[in-house]
């Protein structure tokens, strides 16, 4: 029974920065792989970022490399997602994802637990 909750969402101006957090119970996370997506009205769930939680590896998707974070604190069972020089194109619903294994995943149908979103919202 893994639970994900996000949280740090908000309104930010443009070329700002946020920190996402998603925290994690239900399990220990050694054998995980956990993910980062977003979603805006009328798109499709994007992918960007993941991070293996063994070893800290992580890959990011081109909509977000150089600009985004993603980490994890062990102690605290919680992923991170920062977020920095945010764009108005940013703005969504922002998702945390978790799924048993090793291999880092881009696709959402790869990931078994999801937490229930928070909303970023960029202005101009």
């Known amino acids: 029974q893994v639970q994900l909750v996000e949280s740090g969402g908000g309104l930010v101006q443009a070329g700002g920065s946020l920190r996402l957090s998603c925290a994690a119970s239900?399990?220990?996370?050694?054998?995980?792989?956990m993910g980062w997506f977003r979603q805006a009205p009328g798109k499709e769930r994007e992918f960007l970022a993941t991070?293996?939680?063994?070893?800290?590896?992580?890959y990011y998707g081109d909509s977000v490399k150089g600009r985004f974070t993603i980490s994890r604190d062990n102690a605290k069972n919680t992923v991170y997602l920062q977020m920095n020089s945010l764009k108005p194109e940013d703005t969504a619903v922002y998702y945390c994802?978790?799924?048993?294994?090793?291999?880092?995943?881009?696709?959402?149908?790869?990931?078994?637990?999801w937490g229930q979103g928070t909303q970023v919202t960029v202005s101009s």
């Open positions: 991070i293996r939680w063994s070893t800290g590896s992580t």
């Open positions: 994802a978790a799924t048993r294994g090793f291999v880092l995943r881009t696709s959402r149908n790869e990931y078994d637990y």
């Open positions: 239900g399990r220990t996370f050694s054998s995980y792989v």
